[in-house]
């Protein structure tokens, strides 16, 4: 005859999430004692200010607004191809053709000031392009019979 132990049950994670069965004030320390555990832990590899940033990411993350990334290729094609370039009257003609958008002075102010954010980004985009290109050039000219790799041999 063969003896069995008892078969036991897994140990509850040290990160269970709340329920009926766990929460109780023990539950609660244990929790706290464990996590405080990690945290120094995570601060004295990361630095403070490091894992703080992490902690503030996980409490406050996915608050806000996402980009519409749909829409707000549909504004700027549609602005491209304006004819008249005047934003505010872009953004009614806009409000008109899209009634998801709603109608009346807020959804018109929302499109106009969408798409005033999408040309700053698209300007500021188009510099730094500009930017890199120019440095490129620069040290083609500069580095021009010489190899890219490091040695100055042909």
């Known amino acids: 005859m063969m003896f069995k132990p008892p078969l036991k049950l897994a140990a509850p994670s ?3 999430t709340p329920s009926i069965m766990n929460d109780s004030p023990e539950a609660r320390a244990e929790f706290k004692r464990n996590f405080a555990e990690h945290a120094l832990v995570a601060v004295k590899y990361l630095g403070a200010a490091e894992a ?3 902690v503030h990411d996980i409490a406050k993350g996915r608050q806000g607004n996402t980009p519409k990334d749909k829409r707000n290729a549909r504004i700027l094609a549609e602005w491209k191809e304006c004819p008249h370039k ?4 872009f953004a009614r003609e806009y409000c008109e053709r899209n009634l998801e958008e709603g109608s009346g002075p807020k959804a018109v102010r929302a499109v106009r000031q969408q798409l005033n954010r999408l040309l700053d980004i698209e300007e500021r985009q188009a510099k730094e392009k500009a930017e890199w290109e120019r440095e490129f050039q620069e040290a083609v000219r500069y580095r021009r019979g010489k190899s890219f790799l490091g040695s100055d041999t042909k």
């Open 14 to 16: 040290a990160f269970a």
């Open 52 to 54: 703080e940033q992490i």
């Open 86 to 89: 005047k934003r505010s009257k």
